[in-house]
């Protein structure tokens, strides 16, 4: 059983008579925006956005061989907007937490400096206050 995509002999015939109106305007087929998705896929990335967009760009591939181009844009369009979404949370995920991580260590290192200083000279006045 042969599971490869469709060759051409079974791709819908199109007709190969040229258009001679002027107003006709062929678009480039949509991009299915596949590796992207199999990147953030294997990123395991937040809430497995990159899952839903491997399956919308799966979509858009299979309606763009069928020749349905209008549903493979608009699942490409899901698909890149998933694999955006996939991208910045994975970007901007470890970028925050190391940031809070940082800010977090900042801020005990100054309360421990502080409380250095408060329990050493509570210490020494009391210190003084036995001779």
Known sequence: MDTSYPREDYLPMTS??????PTTVTSAPPRDHLIWSIF????MNFCCLGFVAL???VKARDRKVAGDVEAARRFSSKARCYNALATA??????ILLTALVVTGVLHLSKLAQDSMGFFSNQFSTSDDEDK
């Open 89 to 94: 949370g994975s970007v901007l995920l470890p």
């Open 40 to 43: 953030n896929t294997i990123y």
């Open 55 to 57: 399956a919308f760009s």
């Open 16 to 21: 190969h008579k040229r258009d001679s109106s």
